[in-house]
């Protein structure tokens, strides 16, 4: 008879929630460029977190009201989405594009 570990689930040696159909990203970093009282931003925000933890992707908020460099360059834009520094995504984040560009 096959007993199973103290968790009670079978040891399969893989980590819990791991999808082989999902390839690991290669050392992608995502960042979020938002403002205060940004509808958009919200939206954009809750679909970075659902793919950026399903992937293992690490990412972070920016507000770019903190720096007025920031509110130049992107003011009319945002939310922006930058993978890896480089500008993905504005006003409205695509899960789809979000998942393709992250499996690169």
Sequence with gaps: MNELPESGLP????????NPDIQPPAGHQITLLSRPGCHLCA????VIARVASELGVPW???DITAD???LADYGEMIP???I???QHDF???SEDR??????R
């Design 80 to 82: 922006v989405t930058l």
């Design 11 to 18: 040891d399969s040696g893989l980590p819990p929630g791991w």
């Design 68 to 70: 007025p460099q920031d």
């Design 60 to 62: 972070s908020e920016r």
């Design 84 to 86: 890896d520094g480089v």
């Design 43 to 46: 939206d954009a925000r809750a």
């Design 91 to 93: 006003w409205r984040v």
């Design 98 to 103: 979000l998942r393709s560009a992250l499996s």
